[in-house]
């Protein structure tokens, strides 16, 4: 089990845009491996490549893992070079977010989304979702391409997490 550090606002990796998985070998296997040990142990429901500081079009994510639950059971799913085709219905969800620590705020999304992507192996998924599962998709997606969930909030409300954000960088 190796835990990685995750990446926080304002690192400016966070804005990278990923670039297509094209091998899906044994390192790309543990780095999602040691991704899904870092999420749990956070604790978290989704992490993306960029967070943890990797330009790999990936992402994991388990919203059905409870750690105060013993008995349920870590099923991380791996989406790599994830796209969304279609999307229906609006859902206001509040987020947080392991690279913006100590911050939620309610974000409008899609309440239900079709996903292709491929699993670890490579192998072409399709993925419908809604709810919880959908507003994970697309904040992961998100990451992917250099984009926070602060981005979509007001220009004064963002700059209010920012300020206070970069005041607890400096400590």
């Given at each position: 089990?190796?835990?990685?550090?995750?990446?926080?606002?304002?690192?400016?990796?966070?804005?990278?845009?990923?670039?297509?998985?094209?091998?899906f070998n044994e390192s790309l296997l543990q780095l999602a491996q040691d991704m899904a040990d870092?999420?749990?142990?956070?604790?978290?429901?989704?992490?993306?490549?960029?967070?943890?500081?990797?330009?790999?079009?990936?992402?994991?994510?388990?919203?059905?893992?409870?750690?105060?639950?013993?008995?349920?059971?870590?099923?991380?799913?791996?989406?790599?070079?994830?796209?969304?085709?279609?999307?229906?219905?609006?859902?206001?969800?509040?987020?947080?977010?392991?690279?913006?620590?100590?911050?939620?705020?309610?974000?409008?999304?899609?309440?239900?989304?079709?996903?292709?992507?491929?699993?670890?192996?490579?192998?072409?998924?399709?993925?419908?979702?809604?709810?919880?599962?959908?507003?994970?998709?697309?904040?992961?997606?998100?990451h992917l391409n250099g984009v926070l969930f602060i981005d979509y909030l007001s220009p004064l409300?963002?700059?209010?997490?920012?300020?206070?954000?970069?005041?607890?960088?400096?400590?």
């Amino acid at each position: 089990m190796a835990l990685l550090e995750v990446l926080t606002f304002p690192n400016p990796f966070l804005k990278t845009r990923c670039r297509p998985v094209e091998q899906f070998n044994e390192s790309l296997l543990q780095l999602a491996q040691d991704m899904a040990d870092t999420m749990y142990d956070a604790p978290g429901i989704g992490l993306a490549a960029t967070q943890v500081g990797s330009d790999l079009r990936f992402f994991i994510m388990d919203i059905q893992y409870d750690k105060e639950e013993p008995e349920s059971k870590k099923k991380p799913l791996f989406f790599a070079n994830p796209q969304i085709i279609e999307t229906k219905g609006e859902i206001m969800m509040e987020e947080g977010c392991l690279s913006i620590p100590e911050f939620k705020a309610e974000v409008k999304r899609s309440d239900w989304v079709k996903v292709q992507y491929q699993d670890a192996k490579g192998n072409p998924q399709v993925l419908e979702a809604s709810g919880l599962t959908a507003v994970c998709i697309q904040h992961e997606l998100d990451h992917l391409n250099g984009v926070l969930f602060i981005d979509y909030l007001s220009p004064l409300r963002r700059k209010m997490i920012q300020t206070r954000l970069k005041k607890l960088a400096r400590g």
